[in-house]
């Protein structure tokens, strides 16, 4: 570090004012951590606290604070949320951490519901935006489970999908533009347009880019009229090839559904009664529409050798995914034996993939439940859930998890998919980038050497580079 903490503090105060300058023990303590069960739990990983935390309120005291990280070469962290669930907070190396909190800017800056797209600054939580939205009827087209937890430059930067992406896309789709501050301090604004051709487009860059390569300030999303009508379906299958061929078909049968997913015997029993693999779809739009496609898709149930079953065991399925989150993200943090995973690939590897991971898991002695969802034209994503079986030694604990993660994400390379699909990779899948992405993560890591050369910003992409 160049300069002192007193000399850092300084700056940052004449950045952002000195009441969105922290270095108090109780809010260092808390943003060195994520969602991420592992960094709570192991006592062999201890997290290490950030010095300053601060809370800029526009894209300009932003680049302020980027500034002052550069010239006394600190490390950066950009928080949104905190919600994900892989390491993205923290730092690799031993310079004092400075944690830049998006949540200050959280404005709906413009908002055009003719062409239905919405302006909002980054650290906007999804309810937040989503509350705007619902009272002028729209509602924004991504919709992750953890929707009032996370943020719009938290979705950005995970590369994150949501439970409508099968007919909205995942956010890549969703996303129509970007502002960023870049290491050096300065700002760069991507145009919005339905689409150009001028060359690359340097939106795309910074998605996933989990903060590697600047912060992301504000974001431009497509928003989505609000249906009158939904309906439900819901499908039994014995084996889960049938379940994934059904959901193939209907995907590229044009009956478009909103939430698409295949949950497990387990889950299913709880909502349809019947441990069968359960196909959960919605359709929704207005007039007749929404019951057609329901029809046409329930054909493709059957013709798949699957029962028709009772739709409230699908709208069940969806509420109680909906109400379970804080549940979900306690079950996970209180727990050392759980482990999780999101993995992707295409349709003739999903089901084999799934059985691949799910056999290795039980053969080690796991617990296993699996969701298929996340759809697109061309395959999806396996959110893959173990629990490890009773260890005594907790020191046997990280070990034994370290196994059960290469497992899924060998099962997800054997089928040519994707070791990380939708959360990002974080600490817990770093090493697995330089083999997924081959000779191209040499040039990753030459554009993050370009745009941050002196290494400030998240080096989890480009680890080993
Ligand atoms: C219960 C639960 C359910 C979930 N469901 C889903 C789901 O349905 N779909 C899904 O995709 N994910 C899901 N997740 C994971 C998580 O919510 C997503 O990864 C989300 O996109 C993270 O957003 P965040 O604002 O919390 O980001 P954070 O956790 O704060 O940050 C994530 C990463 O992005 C970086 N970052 C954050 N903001 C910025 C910014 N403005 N500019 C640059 N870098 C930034 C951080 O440094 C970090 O590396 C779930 C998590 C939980 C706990």
Known sequence: MIGTEEDVTQDLTRAVGGEHVSSRPSDVMFYARDCWARRHLMPDDPPRHPVWVVWPGAASEVARVLQVAGRHELAVVPYGGGSNLVGGAGFGDDRPVLVVDTKRMSRVLELDETSLIVQAQAGITGGDLDEYLRVRGLFVAHMPTSLSQSTLGGWL????????????????????????????????????????????????????????LGIITAAHLKVVRVSKVRVWLAGGFKELSQAVAAMAD???????????????????????????????????????????????????????GGAYLDPAAASGFWTARRNDVFGDIIARAESRVIGEVDIGADWRHLAMVADDARGRLESMGCGVTMELGFF????????????????????????????????????????????????????????????QLGNRFDLFADVKRQLDPKGLMNPWLTEGA
Do not use: N
Not at 283 to 289: H, I, K, N, R, T
């Open 157 to 212: 930067a995970t590369r994150s999908a949501g439970a409508f992406t099968s007919r909205y896309g995942r956010i890549d789709r969703v996303c129509m533009g970007i502002t960023a501050a870049l290491p050096d301090g300065s700002v760069v604004r991507t145009r919005v347009a339905p689409r150009r051709a001028t060359g690359p487009d340097l939106m795309h860059l910074f998605l996933g880019s989990e903060g590697a």
């Open 250 to 304: 209907i995907m590229s049968s044009g009956t478009r559904p909103v939430v698409a997913s295949i949950a497990d015997p387990v889950v299913a029993l709880r909502h349809s009664g019947q441990p069968s693999f359960m196909l959960v779809c919605s359709f929704e739009g207005d007039g007749e529409l929404p019951v057609v496609q329901r029809d046409e898709a329930r054909l493709l149930v059957l013709a798949h």
């Open 376 to 435: 697109g034209l061309e395959g999806g994503a396996l959110l893959c859930k173990w629990q490890l079986p009773e260890i005594s030694d907790p020191e046997d604990v990280g070990l034994r998890q370290d196994e059960a993660l290469a497992i899924v994400l060998d099962a997800a390379r054997r089928g040519g998919g994707a070791v990380a699909h939708h959360r990002g990779v974080g600490r817990q899948r770093s090493a697995a980038v330089r083999a």
